[in-house]
């Protein structure tokens, strides 16, 4: 006989990029459905050994660069432009107010909107594990980036790793 499954908390973990955004979707359809909650995990990276591999191409400085152009590009991504100086929890919070703007009708619940620092598979894993989530639902990219190959995939090890069910929402490159 197959267990009834019940999802009444979902962690949708971003790195704030356009595959993770549009993996929301799916959250937000799994909310709806078995009227769970949402919370939002984004974990700045502050580990400088997660790095090594990037810091032997590349120097420090260029290396800031890239790490800001990819806040920069993810904050317009989300929330466009004109907000382009807000800080990534401000970020993330006007995101899920756009969304639910659309579901009007069908509304979803966020629980809450969590940015950590460290590695994102160890919060990813932490987070799920101590506030009892039933699913894990992240972005993955259709083919890996150098900072992929360089690192690995967060989204591949947290799979791997998890105790819970994950929803890898696994979109191409357009």
């Known amino acids: 006989?197959?267990?009834?499954?019940?999802?009444?908390?979902?962690?949708?973990?971003?790195?704030?990029?356009?595959?993770?955004?549009?993996?929301?979707?799916?959250?937000?359809?799994?909310?709806?459905?078995?009227?769970?909650?949402?919370?939002?995990?984004?974990?700045?990276?502050?580990?400088?050994?997660?790095?090594?591999?990037?810091?032997?191409?590349?120097?420090?400085?260029?290396?800031?660069?890239?790490?800001?152009?990819?806040?920069?590009?993810?904050?317009?991504?989300?929330?466009?432009?004109?907000?382009?100086?807000?800080?990534?929890?401000?970020?993330?919070?006007?995101?899920?107010?756009?969304?639910?703007?659309q579901f009007h009708d069908q509304p979803f619940e966020t629980d809450k909107i969590i940015v950590t620092r460290g590695n994102p598979v160890e919060e990813i894993l932490r987070y799920s594990e101590e506030n009892n989530c039933d699913i894990i639902v992240m972005g993955s990219r259709g083919q890996g980036s150098f900072l992929n190959a360089m690192i690995g995939s967060t989204s591949l090890k947290v799979l791997h790793r998890s105790k819970k069910p994950v929803l890898l929402v696994r979109l191409e490159d357009e």
């Not at 006989?1 to 962690?11: A, G, N, S, T, W």
């Not at 991504?77 to 907000?83: D, N, W, Y």
């Open 1 to 101: 006989m197959f267990p009834d499954v019940q999802i009444k908390k979902i962690l949708y973990a971003t790195d704030l990029s356009e595959y993770a955004k549009k993996a929301f979707s799916y959250a937000v359809s799994l909310a709806r459905h078995y009227q769970a909650t949402i919370t939002i995990l984004h974990t700045v990276i502050d580990n400088p050994d997660i790095y090594s591999g990037v810091l032997s191409y590349i120097d420090q400085e260029k290396w800031e660069a890239i790490k800001k152009q990819h806040v920069d590009e993810a904050r317009e991504s989300l929330i466009g432009k004109k907000r382009s100086g807000m800080p990534i929890r401000q970020v993330l919070d006007i995101f899920c107010e756009d969304v639910k703007s």
